[in-house]
């Protein structure tokens, strides 16, 4: 009994409370939306969804109690890997919906850019760590270059989603790490000089995308038909939502990949205005804490890394909602902790757990 009890308190101590409570009540009002999505095919998806977050929680408890030191040294060996795993999928990925971006093990099957969201700031996390007594403009651009190689591979698949927060994850360690602002300025006035060409590399149906953004009744039944379901959707939730399971969009097979990148219409839809009050209030606190952490973390590597999660959970929520309210092109990102699925939810629970790991180990500075 008593080993048992020290056990409990060994693992329970690491536990950030504020963060699990907020993590737990997405996660709660996701299972709700789930089932609602997908009720007419019974509770399949359900009991997947329980089986997903009980895994990614027994991780995130993992990472918890693992220090900040210890996650350092497995950085360069998981960037190292998830770079040859994305060149084995350009070189042996299996095409899903004309997109190359799973590579099969024989036993199982990965998406290895999934692996970056992770690798990619615990890399440069690590490497800004290393050269902490001395940044230069050198280590600026290495760190580019690092950022580079994995996201290139990403849109080559093409996954113009994940590469979107494979980039924003490397970019905000670089900003955190002291990038100028006359660099940030730079970069920016000649992205938007090279949008022209940049357009010309798009994949048609990426193009089709922006256009239809601009003008979604051009193809009302094609490309246009999901932002015009969606929208309709949370337009019609109005202030206090249909309630539960009352979605005449979601049960009428309306929405499109309602329980996944379109859950946000569904929820929109069935808890209204109040609904995503209380939805915009929980991803805030999320946000909020995570900065918390990360400004009171013990290390270089430990602010970089906390920042870079917190504010990748920012761009996931606001691109998902973005996406679905027709402010932005529709891209494959999740509503984070609220979609179905497991790897997301995986990747999502790691990220948490290693903010956990910073807070409950922040007296503990070593270089």
């Known amino acids: 009994m008593n080993h048992i009890k020290r056990l409990c308190v060994a693992t329970f101590s690491h536990i950030d409370l504020p963060l699990l409570l907020i993590v737990s009540a997405l996660m709660g009002l996701g299972l709700l939306t789930v089932y609602s999505a997908t009720s007419s095919d019974g509770f399949g998806k359900l009991d997947n969804q329980l089986i997903n977050m009980a895994v990614s929680m027994v991780l995130m408890l993992l990472v918890a109690r693992t220090p900040p030191q210890t996650l350092m040294r497995y950085a360069v060996p998981l960037y190292l890997i998830g770079v040859v795993l ?46 902490e ?12 270059l690092i950022l580079a190689v994995p996201i290139l591979l990403i849109l080559k698949q093409p996954d113009l ?18 990038l100028p602002w006359k660099v940030i300025f730079g970069l920016s006035a000649a992205a938007g000089a090279a949008l022209p060409f ?18 979604p009744s051009s193809d009302p039944l094609g490309a246009g038909y999901h932002i015009i379901q969606s ?29 996944t990148d379109f859950i946000f219409a569904v929820f929109s839809e069935e808890w209204g205005l109040l609904g995503n009050g209380i939805l915009l209030l929980l991803f805030t606190l999320l946000i909020a804490r995570g900065l918390m952490i990360a400004a009171a973390a013990g290390t270089l590597f430990a602010r970089l890394l906390a920042g870079s999660i917190t ?10 909602m973005g996406m679905v309210s027709g402010i932005l092109p529709v891209v494959g ?29 922040r007296m503990l500075v070593q270089k």
Do not use: C
């Open 311 to 320: 504010l990748v959970l920012f761009i996931y929520a606001f691109v998902n």
């Open 333 to 361: 990102v999740p509503l984070p902790f609220i979609s179905y699925g497991g790897t997301a939810l995986v990747m999502l629970m790691l990220g948490i757990g290693i903010l956990m790991s910073i807070h409950t180990h």
């Open 133 to 144: 007594a001395l940044l230069k403009a050198r280590h600026f651009a290495t760190a580019a």
């Open 161 to 178: 989603g994940t590469s979107l927060l494979v980039g924003a994850a490397g970019f905000f360690v670089i900003f955190f790490a002291g």
């Open 86 to 131: 994305l060149l084995g999928v350009t070189l042996f990925g299996i095409v899903v919906n004309g997109s190359r971006r799973w590579l099969s093990l024989g036993f199982v099957r990965i998406q290895p850019s999934e692996i970056m969201k992770i690798a990619m700031p615990l890399m440069l996390a690590w490497y800004f760590h290393k050269h």
């Open 198 to 215: 940049a357009w010309t590399l798009l994949h048609d149906y990426q193009r089709r995308r922006v256009l239809t953004l601009l003008d």
């Open 231 to 259: 929208t309709i959707a949370i337009g019609s939730g109005g202030l206090f939502g249909k309630g539960w399971l009352n979605g005449s969009q979601t049960h009428l097979e309306f929405i499109p990949e309602k329980h």
